[in-house]
């Protein structure tokens, strides 16, 4: 056993009753969360435990089961239909050049919003002996150029399962880039070892896409694995979903972000959390949002300025989000605010216009354009002069 499966075997909170002597009975009221427990499991690794430093804290949030799980209102079971886009075992296939291909149903530490709990943790619904029709399949699609390998997490498989995973997906020829979604960086950083990320190299270009929530998540066992993959040459993006009592704030997403950066990530998405059921509570407002990336956009680094986007229920994909800059457009000009809120014009080019009639006879009509008549020349003179005089 390698060191990293035993310190999820042996040193992680799995059930309640470990969770209550841990942080005491009187916080953990086992009998009221067993239903929440039951209808998703719960593991929480020694790194994210460390996290946590007080009950209710924003890493406690994330991991430890709470009732409101059972109040379901507006929630989903597979909220982003992604069931319905699956043509075999395994695969999502939603948008035109990519696919999804779930290879592992568990995690390292479970996450109580996660949009995917309806599989996440059951090895029946995400089956590890399905990966041959999901090959077939992406070897029949030629227009398939892009893997997200996912799950639960993918990093939860042995070396030797990984590599028989990209070698034969490496060996598909029209299969150009993979990507591992996975959140061992922050919940298990020992998994990053010398050896995977020997044997990762061999396969490039592989993606990471981390996931990380908030600026505690970035402790120094975390930086130095996201430091070892990055040496093993792998581009890491990050996403982060928007969770009430987590990083809902403005200044926790700023920190977020450029301590991501400083770690080589890049930060790639926010979401908006999914319509999930049982992660109701996590939700807040899509206006939260847009105030986050407000205060994001312009006030730092645009490298550390993610999309926000909503993943739409239903199945429709991610849609991108942007606050308000543009005023107004007209074919003459483009008036909008910067992002300090200071107000600017923007010219349009005039640019010749085709006339009625154009399409049919074939020879574009160019709309004649009156030229302003400035006296530049004069002008820059004129403005030369009084700068030397
Ligand atoms: S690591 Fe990802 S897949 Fe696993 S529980 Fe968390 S959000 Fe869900």
Request: charge should be neutral.
């Amino acid at each position: 056993m390698s060191e990293w499966q035993r310190i999820l075997k042996e040193d992680s909170i799995a059930t309640l009753e470990h969770l209550a002597d841990r942080f005491g009975h009187d916080v953990i009221d086992v009998e009221a969360l067993k239903p929440a427990f039951d209808n998703f499991q719960m593991r929480i690794t020694p790194a994210a435990l460390e996290q946590i430093t007080a009950v209710g804290d924003p890493m406690w949030n994330q991991y430890v089961p709470t009732v409101q799980e059972l109040d379901i209102h507006d929630g989903i079971i597979d909220s982003l239909d992604e069931d319905a886009d699956s043509p075999v075992p395994n695969i999502t296939h939603r948008y035109p050049d990519r696919v999804l291909f779930l290879v592992s149903p568990v995690c390292a530490s479970y996450c109580r919003f996660c949009t995917r709990r309806r599989k996440v943790g059951d090895p029946e619904k995400i089956p590890l002996n399905q990966y041959e029709s999901a090959f077939a399949y992406i070897r029949a699609h030629s227009e398939i150029r892009d893997i997200v390998m996912s799950g639960g997490d993918p990093m939860m498989l042995s070396d030797r399962r990984i590599e028989y995973l990209l070698q034969n997906l490496r060996a598909i020829p029209h299969v150009e880039i993979i990507r591992i979604g996975s959140r061992v960086t922050s919940h298990l950083p020992e998994r990053i070892t010398p050896e995977f990320c020997e044997m990762v190299r061999k396969y490039h270009p592989v993606y990471m896409n981390t996931h990380f929530n908030h600026p505690r998540e970035l402790t120094p066992k975390v930086v130095e694995a996201l430091g070892r993959l990055a040496d093993a040459g792998v581009p890491l993006g990050c996403q982060t979903v928007l969770l009430r009592g987590v990083n809902d704030d403005v200044n926790v997403m700023k920190e977020l972000m450029q301590r991501l950066l400083k770690a080589r990530v890049r930060p790639y998405y926010i979401y908006m959390a999914d319509q999930v059921a049982g992660g109701e509570h996590f939700r807040t407002t899509v206006q939260k949002g847009l105030e986050i990336v407000k205060a994001l956009r312009g006030w730092t680094s645009g490298l550390a300025v993610p999309h926000f986007v909503i993943d739409s229920p239903g199945g429709g994909g991610k849609v991108p989000l942007l606050p308000e800059y543009v005023e107004e457009i007209t074919d003459d000009e483009v008036v909008f605010r910067n992002y300090e809120g200071k107000r600017f014009v923007y010219k349009q080019p005039r640019i010749p216009v085709p006339t009625a009639g154009c399409a049919a006879d074939d020879s574009p009509d160019i709309v004649p354009i009156e030229i302003a008549k400035t006296p530049r020349r004069k002008h820059t003179a004129r403005r030369r002069k009084s700068v030397n005089g």
